[in-house]
Structure formats: structure tokens, C-alpha cells
């Protein structure tokens, strides 16, 4: 089912700060900021050889990641991404096995503009997880 790693991502309080920092002392190749209304982020992709690294900062009142800032006040990795397929086949499998989809279900247009869903990290080794269709 699960392919290739689409991401890791990072949460940091200053998205500004970490892209910087990348570029500046890694030398990364490092995206725009954009604001991802309906997720309640705003990201920027780090582009390395073999994937991607995507930090994201809290967008809004109600955003996802504010409690994990409060619990990580320094950031830290906050899902993995890996790819599917197809998101609904991968979906309806992994309901019927039990585990927690997050949200309604229904799948949401990620940052790369196509269909993702995020998996309960109490399900997945205290990981969140995160499926894109490739
Ligand atoms: C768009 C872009 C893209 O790639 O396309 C994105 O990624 S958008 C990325 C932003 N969107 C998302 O993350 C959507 C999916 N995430 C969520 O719905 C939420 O973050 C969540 C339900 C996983 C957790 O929300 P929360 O922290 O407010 O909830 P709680 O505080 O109740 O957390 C419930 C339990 O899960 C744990 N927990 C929470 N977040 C994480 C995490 N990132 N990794 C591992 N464990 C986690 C908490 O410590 C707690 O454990 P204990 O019970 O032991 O204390
Ligand atoms: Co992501």
C-alpha cells in the first residue's frame, strides 16, 4: 500500500527562521512560503534528492499544530508522509483494519494540490501519518 516517502515534516513557531536556517547554513534548496487556509498551515518545502522536507507554522485560530508547539515550544518532527496509489482504496483498507482516520474521512487537497488524509499517531507508533496520492 504505502510507497515513497513524500515528507517528513517539522513544526517550528518561525517558518521564516527554519527556511533561513536551511538555506543559509545547509545550503537547502527551500520553497516560498504559502498559506495553506484549509489545514490551518503555512508551509515551506525543502527540496533534498531523495524527498522533501515541509516545515509548517500555525495559520489561524484553530490550527492542528498549535497543542504540539505547546508541548514542543522548540518544534520537532510532526508527521511523515508517505504515498498511495489510490487514497480511497488505501483508505477503505485501512478503516477495515481498524485503524483512525483522522477528520471526516474524506480526503483534503494537500499542498501539493493533490488528495491526502492524516492517520491517528496512537494507531501508528505515536506517529501521525500522513497518505498523498501520488
Ligand atoms: C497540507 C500539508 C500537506 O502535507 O499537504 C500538511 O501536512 S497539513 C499538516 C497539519 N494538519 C494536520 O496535522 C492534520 C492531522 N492532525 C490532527 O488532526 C491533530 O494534529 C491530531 C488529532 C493528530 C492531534 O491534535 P492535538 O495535538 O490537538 O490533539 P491531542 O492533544 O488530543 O493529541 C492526542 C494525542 O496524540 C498525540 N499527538 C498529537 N500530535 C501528535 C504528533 N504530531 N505526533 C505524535 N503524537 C501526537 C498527543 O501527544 C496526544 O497523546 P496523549 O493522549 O498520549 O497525550
Ligand atoms: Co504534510
Known amino acids: 500500500m504505502i ?3 513524500n515528507h517528513v515534516a517539522i513544526a517550528v513557531r518561525d517558518i521564516s527562521a527554519a527556511a533561513a536556517l536551511y538555506r543559509d547554513t545547509l545550503g ?5 512560503a504559502v498559506p495553506q487556509q ?10 533534498l534528492p531523495n524527498t522533501k522536507i515541509e516545515f509548517l507554522e500555525p495559520l489561524g485560530e484553530n490550527s492542528p499544530i498549535a497543542k504540539f ?3 514542543n515550544p522548540d518544534g520537532g ?15 477503505d483498507q485501512l478503516k477495515a483494519k481498524g485503524a483512525r482516520v483522522l477528520g471526516t474521512g474524506e480526503p483534503k487537497t ?3 494540490g493533490k488528495p491526502v488524509l492524516f492517520l491517528h499517531p ?8 500522513e497518505l498523498e496520492q501520488a
Not at 496512537?122 to 501519518?129: H, I, P, Q, S, Y
Request: with cysteine.
Open 69 to 71: 508547539l505547546e508541548r
Open 38 to 47: 484549509e489545514h490551518g498551515v503555512t508551509t515551506v518545502f525543502v527540496t
Open 3 to 5: 510507497g515513497r516517502l
Open 122 to 129: 496512537k494507531d501508528f507508533n505515536g506517529t501521525l501519518v
Open 77 to 91: 518532527i510532526h508527521h511523515i508522509c508517505y504515498e498511495v496509489d489510490d487514497i480511497i482504496v488505501a483508505r
Open 28 to 32: 537547502a534548496d527551500v520553497s516560498a
Open 110 to 112: 494537500g499542498a501539493h
